[in-house]
């Protein structure tokens, strides 16, 4: 940022500031309602799938100007704080629903106080807009004041040029924004329920980001309309929520009530669609699996973008990271060899670049000397760094909260502000008040791969375990050291990489922290954590992002494969497609999955693996949109224990920081089983190397005994479930590596 912006922003914060008129600070949470309505929490007994959802009890459709439902219909109460944003998407102040000061104010047209909103609900209401002839950018359709038909761009339906109109239908479901939108007549404006155009299939619209919670969200009527224009054009209807969106929420079972209740309101209106393909990136990809896991009768097809398997297994080496970098950084800032930034990559897993430019590296120094150490400015980053920079302060700190003021200071004090504490519901709350969380690493040796291939020694290996330690217990947490000088938003971290709430080295041996078995047992059962249940068509489509230290890693596809190939015996309806960045591959693989899904609705048996198009393969894809190659094996590797296969060869898959400390490659074990060191040591599980000296230093530092991967999740419960008879019938010979759980789903 130069030097000139930096000063108009502080220009400009200072006048807004100084007048009274920051609209953050003025659309405020300034007092917590309480939780008192009805728990309607879904009661469920083994896992989440097994149990029946009630029925629905509000009278769909919602009657445009009035309110939809503000309590969910399964999800729990309704959470507080919860920060409206409906101005924020276009649609004005929420409405008044208390005067006691709950929520957000709410101003008349002369800016006077006109009460308070508490669940930030909006009344239902159609909008219209057009593309803009020649282009792709998307205007409001005024009906008063209506554009010239030659400014509004022309699609081809059935073989007739009809006009790029587009009817918007937007209001609140369980207090999140809901949309519906598809293509409709210019002769049709003002009415609500034509569907001349609609090809009877619908598009549920999922979008990613990272979220702690408590905020309803937003999404733009021209970015939503923009971002599906191509099938739009084609007749496809789409519908989304801001409770969609894993920026807002987390919360797996709410963001489903919400997602049934979206299309209810859709299907109460227009009729049942032919299918319901679902499409979204990153936590919008992760959400498609989970809901298709935990749930029938909202998505038939699936399409992730840069997914994850779930957020809370990306939890185990996001919460890693900052342990890594505080022992790189500060404790072992002496040894050159983490300097290297290709060396800290074979502790990481993931990609280690030396040379990459990371905007934020001056920290780096700043805070070796807080630390008290030698500084040095970083020469490289690696994903951990570049693309986890300070997650883990806002993932699980209780007390660091939003940087932007949407809650008043009184109100930051009174939140645990954490992921977990966003699903205490489902966690449930430890002692102190503090929402169960499924983080730990106890027993962990980081560093074991790299010691059993010589990539660092025995000394180096002991020194890591012994000194990176674990976060301090959530009620000890304070709040990292920041500021924010000249009136700029972002701060300057002065305890980086969680300084503050590392664990330090008593009797010289820093403490591990256990994983909650409570919270494991509640993520498993309320379906937080993919389990590989997900018999339905799926085409995963991610660019390789590798080199750019992105946070959207390779191996996230694969890790996904092994819980399905795990829980089903095979993994032939999910296939695979990592395209260069250069190339977005989205709207072939829409016709591949339109064909798949007709095909399935021909069927007698309905099966999504004898349905699949035969052409639909896992595939790598150039810049230029070629399949450079494809097939079966193509993504074999080290994650599969395979020959390296084609594409792995042109696309690198890495790995992460629990598998180069021994773990399984699907990521999924949260507590593991533990044995002692000498029985380890009889186990192999140090490889080659010879460790009996140093037996007795490892069982100082690990009094209960080092991970046993082979035990699988001690932690996971009995789920009560088996695959279905559809897929065990798909059974290959060939099965690939258990991953370490699949005996407790067959307990």
Not at 117 to 133: A, E, H, Q, W
Not at 185 to 192: A, E, N, P, Q, Y
């Amino acid at each position: 940022m130069s030097r000139r912006l930096l000063i108009l922003l502080f220009v400009l914060t200072s006048i807004l500031t100084a007048c009274g008129q920051d609209p953050l600070v003025k659309r405020q949470v300034i007092s917590i309602a309480p939780m008192d309505q009805e728990n309607l929490l879904l009661q469920v007994d083994k896992h989440i799938s097994l149990t029946p959802r009630p029925s629905e009890t509000f009278p769909f459709p919602i009657k445009l100007d009035e309110v939809g439902p503000a309590d969910s219909l399964y999800s729990g109460m309704r959470q507080y704080p919860f920060y409206c944003m409906t101005v924020d998407a276009g649609l004005g102040q929420p409405l008044v629903d208390n005067q006691e000061g709950y929520g957000v104010t709410v101003y008349d047209e002369n800016d006077e106080i006109m009460g308070y909103s508490k669940d930030c609900m909006v009344t239902s209401r159609i909008d219209y807009f057009y593309t803009l002839t020649g282009t792709d950018k998307i205007r409001s359709y005024d009906l008063n004041e209506p554009p010239a038909r030659a400014e509004i761009a022309t699609t081809e339906i059935d073989g007739k040029p009809v006009p790029e109109i587009f009817r918007l239908e937007r209001g609140s479901i369980n207090r999140y924004i809901y949309f519906i939108t598809m293509l409709v007549s210019d002769t049709s404006l003002g009415v609500r329920d034509t569907k001349q155009y609609w090809n009877n299939k619908l598009i549920y619209q999922f979008k990613g980001g990272a979220s702690i919670g408590f905020r309803q969200g937003r999404m733009g009527a021209e970015r939503l309309i923009n971002r599906r224009l191509t099938l739009l054009r084609q007749g496809y209807a789409v519908i989304a929520s801001s409770g969609n969106n894993t920026s807002y929420s987390y919360n797996m079972l709410l963001a489903e009530d919400t997602a049934r209740r979206v299309k209810a309101q859709f299907i109460s209106l227009y009729g049942d669609p032919l299918y319901t393909l679902g499409i979204g990136g990153s936590g919008g990809g992760l959400a498609q699996y989970l809901i298709a896991q935990n749930s029938t009768g909202v998505l038939d097809g699936l399409m992730p973008i840069y997914s994850y398997p779930d957020m809370v297994s990306q939890s185990i080496f996001l919460l890693d990271c900052d342990l890594l970098q505080h022992y790189f950084n500060v404790t072992d800032n002496g040894n050159s060899k983490w300097k290297d930034w290709e060396q800290r990559e074979n502790i990481e897993g993931m990609n280690g670049i030396n040379g990459f430019d990371h905007p934020y590296t001056f920290l780096v120094p700043l805070n070796q000397l807080f630390a008290g150490v030698w500084p040095s400015m970083p020469n490289g980053s690696s994903e951990c760094v570049y693309s986890w920079f300070i997650a883990a302060t806002f993932f699980y700190n209780p007390k660091q909260g939003f940087v932007k003021p949407y809650f008043s200071d009184e109100v930051k004090e009174q939140v645990n502000w954490t992921y977990w504490q966003d699903l205490a519901q489902i966690y449930g709350t430890d002692s102190h008040g503090f929402a169960r969380t499924t983080w730990g690493n106890e027993g962990v040796q980081y560093g074991l791969r790299a010691m059993q291939r010589g990539d660092i020694n025995i000394e180096e290996f002991i020194h890591l375990n012994q000194y990176i330690g674990s976060w301090v217990p959530q009620d000890k947490m304070r709040k990292e050291t920041a500021f924010t000088p000249f009136g700029m938003r972002f701060p300057i971290w002065l305890s980086l990489w969680s300084r503050n709430n590392i664990t330090e080295p008593k009797s010289h041996i820093a403490k591990r922290k256990p994983a909650d078995a409570q919270a494991i047992v509640n993520g498993y059962k309320y379906g937080q954590i993919f389990i590989g249940k997900a018999e339905l068509p799926i085409l995963e489509i991610r660019h390789y992002l590798e080199d750019d230290l992105n946070m959207h890693h390779t191996l996230a596809s694969f890790e996904t494969r092994l819980r399905i190939q795990e829980y089903q015996g095979h993994h032939d309806n999910q296939v695979v497609w990592i395209s260069h960045k250069d190339h977005t591959p989205i709207d072939k693989g829409i016709a591949f999955l339109d064909r798949w899904l007709m095909a399935i609705r021909a069927s007698e048996d309905k099966d999504p693996v004898t349905s699949k198009p035969a052409d639909l393969v896992d595939a790598c894809i150039d810049h230029l949109g070629k399949v450079q190659f494809e097939g079966e094996d193509v993504w074999d590797g080290e994650w599969n224990d395979r020959p390296l296969g084609k594409c792995s060869k042109v696309y690198p898959i890495y790995s992460n920081i629990r598998v180069q400390a021994g773990g399984p490659w699907a990521g999924s074990i949260f507590k593991c089983g533990r044995v002692p060191v000498g029985d380890a040591i009889k186990l192999g599980v140090y490889g080659n190397v010879s460790i009996g000296a140093y037996q007795v230093h490892l069982e100082k530092i690990f009094p209960d005994g080092v991970c046993d991967y082979g035990q699988g999740d001690i932690g996971k419960p009995d789920l009560g479930l088996t695959p279905s008879l559809q897929a065990s019938k798909h059974k290959r010979s060939n099965l690939l590596p258990l991953v370490g759980s699949k005996q407790e789903l067959e307990r």
